[in-house]
Nanobody, 118 residues
């Protein structure tokens, strides 16, 4: 499975962005997918996860109520809708898929930069 994140950009606080994670590989729909982010000088943070069917989701407390993860398996794509963005959301965001644990995912895509100005 190959993953590619896109949709990042520079926005003002309070704005919205939607990130996309496009995958190749027929087995994509069988994997849970996660969005991670990493800001300079900070540890990697697990932002959100979604189950293979899309019915199960998880959000970090820092984004709960503002971000929404979804997937369209027919399009091999996972989305991260980010609303009410804050400067603290500034980071490189990337998607990952795994058959094991999120501490060491099997597959990880290149990231997309999200910058939120105050």
């Amino acid at each position: 499975v190959q993953l590619q994140a896109s949709g990042g950009g520079l926005v003002q606080a309070g704005a919205s962005l939607r990130l996309s994670c496009a995958a190749s590989g027929r087995a994509f729909s069988s994997y849970p997918v996660a969005w991670f982010r990493q800001a300079p000088g900070k540890e990697r943070e697990l932002v959100a996860t979604i189950s293979p069917s899309g019915t199960g989701t998880y959000y970090a407390d820092s984004v709960k109520g503002r971000f929404a993860i979804s997937r369209e398996n027919a399009k091999n794509t996972v989305y991260l809708q980010m609303n009410s963005l804050k400067p603290d959301d500034t980071a490189v965001y990337y998607c990952a898929a795994t058959s094991g644990t999120w501490s060491s995912p099997n597959y990880r895509g290149q990231g997309t930069q999200v910058t939120v100005s105050s």
